[in-house]
């Protein structure tokens, strides 16, 4: 079942053009980008922000050791780092996936991965038996969404600000943020 994306900016519903797999408003006032097989649904006025953030963000992230070009790497997390650079972070988040896998069940059920970084929580829900949406503003191959690649299972991705999600309303059981929610400005979030 293909994930119900909606318009960032007004929410009209998104199709995806038979042509080149672009998300578009089925009156085609609005017409998204993919790149990389990621949707690109950022708001047009909120796309320069984003990509100084990202660039900013993605430094930091480098200069801390993180991501891996090994999909061995992606596949272990959160349980092993196989990198041994932040093992004792990797310990809180396996630990965090066994409370979530606790509270939420066996059920099938319709999850946003909100922050999914390198998207490891998505694949775990999937292998599950949950339907994930992944969702970042971070693309980066190592270490955001585009390292989707790296996992046996697929799921959707979208680059999307987590204060304007373009999803249908209907279309989402449960929506984690996991290591994700401090950047947020949460009353904006939840409002």
Request: charged fraction near 25%; proline fraction near 4%.
């Amino acid at each position: 079942m293909r994930t119900a994306f909606v318009s960032p900016v007004d929410h009209a519903p998104l199709t995806f053009s038979d042509l080149d797999g672009a998300p578009v408003s089925d009156d085609g006032s609005q017409r998204f980008s993919v790149i990389d097989d990621v949707p690109h649904l950022l708001k047009p006025e909120r796309v320069s922000s984003i990509e100084e953030f990202a660039r900013s963000y993605g430094a930091v992230r480098v200069a801390e050791g993180r991501g891996s070009k090994d999909a061995d790497y992606y596949r272990s997390l959160p349980y092993v780092d196989v990198s041994d650079r932040l093992g004792d972070q990797w310990a809180v988040r396996a630990k965090t996936y066994e409370l979530l896998k606790r509270e939420i069940g066996a059920s099938p059920l319709r999850v946003v991965d909100a922050g999914a970084g390198n998207c490891w929580l998505a694949a775990r829900l999937v292998s599950q038996g949950h339907t994930v949406v992944a969702l970042d503003v971070n693309v980066d191959w190592t270490d955001g969404l585009g390292a989707h690649i790296h996992y046996e299972h697929r799921f959707a991705v979208a680059r999307a600000e987590l204060v304007a999600m373009p999803l249908a309303a209907d279309s989402t059981d449960l929506v984690v943020f996991n290591a994700s929610a401090h950047y947020l400005d949460l009353v904006n979030a939840v409002s």
